[in-house]
């Protein structure tokens, strides 16, 4: 392992985890995301993976501010994979499944984390981890417009679950010693590498291991869409991330919204 130095004088190590991986620890960053969108950008090669240590400016799904104490997990992965822009959202599948198996590996007992569409992570019902994609598309093709590069963010609460108001939230540290954010990151690259050698095309697998962890099937869901509210039966997911609701209306698929639960999301 080799340490260099870094902007604003934070340190940095770079090692070779798993291949492809090339992971960075820093001990303090504004964003992992920034950090992973500006070298994209520079034309850095797919599978990079940034760790902070501790975060200033980490942001959630729809612009919120996503809180990380020190002890929670801080990761983003730069991808490139040579697909339609269209096929972006199973990403977010792929990814929430591999932090539930990393999840699943630090708990005792029969405790098991499961997903809530299209990008959490619960335990015992509330929030341990949420997911950011964030994506770059390149020149239209005869499949459509591809993308460029991609970029996974992933926040998880290891040792402490900020309050957010109308969100529960939990930390893993509720039901054993947490692992540190480098013992956690090294087993969700693992199980990131695993998922993308498995991913066909066509995503079966994939959806068959995020259905096992999500929703039952016919289970009434609430989904915000900016301010309007949809309420339908559960129905699945398709390979390309959509949800599939059952409503007074007719069946509808939803590329993007978010679950209600009780008075929150």
Do not use: C
Not at 15 to 35: C, K
Not at 38 to 55: N, S, W
Request: glycine share 12%.
């Amino acid at each position: 392992m080799t340490e260099t130095g870094s902007a604003g004088g934070s340190r940095r190590s770079t090692f070779q985890l798993l291949p492809p991986w090339r992971l960075e620890v820093h001990e303090t960053l504004p964003s992992t995301a920034d950090l992973i969108r500006a070298r994209a950008g520079a034309g850095e090669a797919a599978g990079l993976a940034v760790l902070a240590l501790r975060q200033t400016q980490g942001r959630g799904s729809r612009g919120r501010e996503w809180v990380a104490p020190e002890g929670n997990l801080n990761l983003s992965i730069l991808l490139r994979p040579a697909i339609p822009a269209a096929q972006a959202g199973r990403f977010a599948l792929l990814a929430g499944v591999a932090v539930a198996e990393t999840v699943d590996e630090f708990l005792p007992g029969p405790s098991h984390a499961r997903l809530k569409w299209p990008n959490d992570v619960l335990l015992d019902g509330a929030k341990l981890a949420g997911i950011l994609i964030d994506a770059a598309i390149g020149g239209a093709k005869e499949t459509g417009a591809a993308i460029d590069w991609l970029a996974i963010g992933m926040g998880a609460n290891l040792a402490a679950a900020p309050e957010i108001p109308g969100r529960p939230t939990v930390a893993l540290s509720r039901h054993t010693v947490p692992p540190s954010p480098e013992k956690f990151a090294s087993s969700l690259l693992a199980h990131l590498a695993d998922w993308l050698e498995r991913d066909d095309q066509g995503g079966a697998a994939l959806i068959e291991a995020w259905r096992a962890r999500a929703h039952l099937h016919g289970e009434t869901l609430r989904i915000a869409l900016g301010a309007d509210i949809v309420t339908g039966a559960y129905d699945g997911i398709t390979p390309d991330g959509n949800l599939l609701l059952r409503t007074e209306g007719g069946p509808r698929s939803l590329a993007t919204g978010e679950i209600l639960l009780g008075t929150g999301a």
